[in-house]
Each structure stands twice: as C-alpha cells, then as structure tokens.
C-alpha cells in the first residue's frame, strides 16, 4: 500500500477517491484538527481546520480514536460510527505528504447494507458505543487499555494548556500485588485491581472532559486530569493511600489488603508547550508542528513520573509529587 506522497499525487488520489467515500479528508490527530493544504510558489501549507470529531457531533476527541492508532502504528485501522440513524464505516492510512505524517480518512455510509429497518434507533447507537468503548477498556478495572495514554494524552493536555487550566499526570501503583498473586492467586489480584481502579475513578469525578485512568502496566494505574489544583490532587492522592487498606476486597472471606503509592506531576496553567504536542501558534491561521520525535510519546515527561514513583515507595507518606 502506498504511503508516501507527493502534494500532486495525493491531489490526485483524494480526487478519485471522492467519487466513492462520502468524506475525504487529512486530519492531525495529535491536535484532533483537519489540515487543509495550499501550494504556493512552490511552497506547501499545511492549516489546521475544524477539530476532526465534530462531524460526529462530539465534543471531544473520540473514545476509539483510530487516527491517533493509526498514526502510532503507521498502517490503517478502521471503525464504525452511528450518528442521526446512519451507520458510517471509517477507514484511516498512515500517509507521508513530503514527509510529514498526517492521516488520510475516508468515510461512507453503509446504512443501507447493514439495517433492516427493524432495529431501534437508540438500540444501535447503544450497541456501537458499546463497541467503539471495549475496544479501548481493559474488561477487568474497566480502565483504559494501555496504548489509550499515547491516543488521547497529547490531545488532552494541549486542551487543557489552551484553556488555562492545571494539568496532572500520576501513577499509582499496587505495591504488593506479586505478593497477592503469588500467596492467593489470579483472581484475587483481578478483585484487588477493580478496586483500585473504582476508587481512582472516584477522584476523577468531577475533573471535567478530557480526564482519564488507563492500565499503565501489570501492577499500575495512569491517570490524566485537569480542574484541580496541584494541592487537591495531592490531597486525594493521599487519602487513596491511606484508604487503600480498606477497600472492599474479600477473598475466600478474608480481606485483601493493597499497598498503594503514587508519584505526580503537575503541569501549571499556560505552560502545555512542556507537553511539546503541537508546535506554536505563528497565527490566527496557521500553526507550525515538531518533528515526530519530538512529541510526548517520546517519554521525557512520562520518566518523571516513574522516578517519582519509585521515591513515593520510599516515603511515609507513599507518594511524591512536583510542578513543573
């Protein structure tokens, strides 16, 4: 499958390929934009548009995000939508225009082919949220699965940076979970993970659009969220430690006890270019981007907290936490 792109071969391709898809269309999804693009003097420009998820009438970026997948994997993922009682199949490529990575989705309508006109109309959205949602939950802690951080993190603290809000990423993590694996058992280590998982999902309640937990690894949880002051979260934080001895885990009639830690950062209001998700704004119109390497899956950010992690296990308190 061909990948790589000049701007008047890609011209050419998009043009055939609309007379199939319903939509054609470039997006970034690493700032959840469409890119609209003009050639100059022999001079291309790339422009940000309408963020990509609006033409499913979303606010934010999609729980299934397949152009971030895509864009990480570099090769094609697709889905399906539902929307105002049409199904729409979405198919996403990992493309190079002149070597910039961008997406190239295509959408068409397969309504026609699929509903028999029997089927309810909110039983079918039901039914793809559904869908779209385990594709990216771990069915044990009901989290998100691991790769969730590198599809949606970028997205959301650029969010969180253009609206002036603090930003703060923490792990946490399970101390003694080999411990419980090895004295009781799978299932008593699946018992322990919910738990931790519901009661970090507490703290996020009322943390606004954009904030989420997700499986980091093995024994340990990732969570994203903004609304909150660096001390409040530090405040929660605590009181999950503390209160993790008492979370309703039995086992063969026997409480479980876990042994909880947590190390977090926070990112303060204006200061999202640490993420380094986006490029900076040159205009009203125009936005310039960092070369792929430079975008947060590198890792920087994501080493802190682990080095603040392993001090948190060290202290009384059983957590750490700094601003940047």
Known sequence: MKFNYSYPELQSEMSVLENTFDIVRLVDPFICRTIKISKADGAMTLAP???CYSVWEKRQQCVNCISARAMKAKSACT???YMQEHIYQIFCRYILLEDRELILELVTDITDSVLNGEEAPEEIENEFLFLNDKMVTDPVTLAYHP???DEHLINAAAHSGRNEEAFHLALININNLEDIRRELGELACKGVLRAVADAARK?????GEGSFLA?????SFFLATGCISHEELQNRLLE?????????VLFHGKPVSPRLSAGFLTCPPGKYHIFRECGTQSSAEELTFPAPDEYLQAGTILKDIRELLEQARHQPSGIAGRVL
């Open 147 to 149: 790769h969730y951080i």
């Open 215 to 219: 499986r980091f690894d093995d024994s």
């Open 79 to 81: 889905k399906f939508e």
């Open 203 to 207: 703290m996020l309640a009322d943390t």
């Open 240 to 248: 999950l430690v503390r209160q993790a001895s008492c979370l309703p």
């Open 49 to 51: 548009d309408k963020p």
